[in-house]
């Protein structure tokens, strides 16, 4: 496996790559990043990876610069996998000025739900990802980057933007994978201790809940809808979480569902000083 820091570099080691599969992460590598790596390897020719923690995605108060870095580490468990390039840039490296031309994403999509309580959250993604997407498919044909699912808006809103900016590449999802327990691998679940990781499980048990609530519903549901999931934040709350949203929503728009739509239901709350993010398509 080569490990490459710069673009040009990038770009040299990828001349003779026609379809790439690309899986960009931000490191700290665990079970569900190796997934996607493992699902990219029959759908390229040369599968590369990116490490990257993007300053431009972290509000002020967040955790960018405790944010685990670990690249030697991942480095080891990305050449195991299988991955034959992985581009680790510098801040440097892949913004040698200030980043002031940035993708805006469509605020009906990108607005809501992560983006009413992170604002800014779904710009820095588009704009690191679009800059990703430069550097590992420049010249191509054709390509494909997956993502994962639990990510399930910041994958709709990256869909939306190759749609929109036709860019020749072919998003692909895949599956959260959890812990025994149901509770989704996350990087931030390091950050818990023994006792908030044994709790953890509850955001995916109350999204769970909540779905079963929503089926229940039925016709009835977009009445119901806001007294379903100010119940469900309620109770979890009332276990010592502090909720930002538990909502019932459109797989199609992330909009308030209408009858006959799929649903998903998604969540992000914090445990202590961890927040964590689920969802369930139902």
């Keep these: 496996m080569q490990i490459i820091h710069t673009i040009p570099e990038l770009r040299a080691a990828l001349a003779h790559s026609r379809n790439p599969a690309f899986v960009p992460t931000m490191g700290n590598l665990h079970d569900g990043h190796l997934a996607l790596v493992r699902q990219a390897r029959p759908l390229g020719d040369t599968l590369v990876a990116s490490i990257f923690v993007n ?3 972290f509000l002020p108060h967040e955790d960018f610069d405790s944010y685990p870095r670990t690249l030697q580490v991942d480095a ?12 680790a840039p510098s801040e440097q490296d892949l913004y040698p000025e200030p980043q002031t031309f940035k993708v ?3 605020p009906q999509l990108a607005d809501i739900l992560e983006g009413q309580f992170r604002p800014g959250f779904f ?6 990802v679009m800059k990703l997407f430069s550097a590992v498919f420049a010249g191509k044909a ?4 997956l993502f994962g699912q639990k990510d399930y808006q910041q994958l709709m809103v990256l869909r939306r933007m190759v749609q929109q900016f036709a860019l020749p590449i072919d998003i692909v999802a895949a599956p959260t994978e959890r812990a025994a327990d149901g509770l989704a691998l996350s990087s931030r679940n390091s950050y818990l201790s023994e006792a908030e990781r044994a709790q953890a499980v509850q955001l995916s048990q109350a ?16 009445a119901r809808l806001a007294d379903l999931e100010h119940a469900a934040r309620a109770q979890l709350d009332a276990s010592g979480w502090q909720t930002d949203y538990l909502a019932v929503r459109s797989r199609r728009t992330l909009q308030a569902p209408q009858p006959g739509d799929a649903l998903v239901v998604l969540g992000a709350a914090r445990l202590g000083t961890t927040r964590l993010i689920d969802n369930l398509e139902v």
């Design 55 to 57: 300053r431009l995605q």
């Design 76 to 87: 080891d468990k990305l050449r195991a996998a299988g991955c034959d390039v992985l581009f």
């Design 104 to 106: 805006q994403p469509d």
């Design 123 to 128: 710009t820095g993604v588009c704009t690191v």
């Design 142 to 145: 054709q390509g494909t980057a």
């Design 207 to 222: 999204l769970r809940a909540l779905g079963e609530a929503a089926r229940a519903a039925g016709e009835a549901l977009p």
